[in-house]
């Protein structure tokens, strides 16, 4: 897909999100620090979510995500951002949906972690 087809479909996306990406979106990403962005271009894929400073990617993954198809393609792409040097943390929506708190505590917990690492610490 073009750049421009990608950053077309980013926008469509962003108007159209699932309940649970609202939900982490309004409730708790879109306040934070460092910063983080909702679906964002990175190579040929649009992420869910990407803080540019921790290198750091959140993907909410729904039902259509477990089937050996999806599975076997998220992995591909798993492995294409990371060798892009970015940290890649997944969700069910249902973490999203029942465990909220704890979603939220680990995203922190792992950009903390991020920005250590990349700055030296």
């Keep these: 897909m073009s750049p421009h087809l990608l950053r077309d479909r980013s926008r469509e ?10 939900s982490l979106w309004y409730n708790y990403l879109r306040s934070i620090e460092p910063r983080v962005h909702r679906q964002r271009v990175i190579g040929n894929y649009i992420v869910d979510f990407y803080c ?4 750091l990617v959140i993907e909410l993954d729904g039902g259509q995500h477990y ?3 999806e599975i076997k393609s998220d992995q591909v ?35 903390d972690q991020r920005l250590d690492e990349l700055a030296g610490k």
């Design 67 to 69: 089937s050996d198809e």
């Design 13 to 22: 996306l962003r108007k159209n999100s699932t309940k649970q990406e609202r």
């Design 52 to 55: 540019h400073q921790a290198k």
């Design 77 to 111: 792409r798993t492995a294409y951002l990371e060798l892009q040097g970015s940290k890649v943390l997944r969700f069910t929506n249902w973490e999203v949906d029942h465990r909220f708190y704890q979603v939220c505590e680990q995203i922190k917990e792992v950009a």
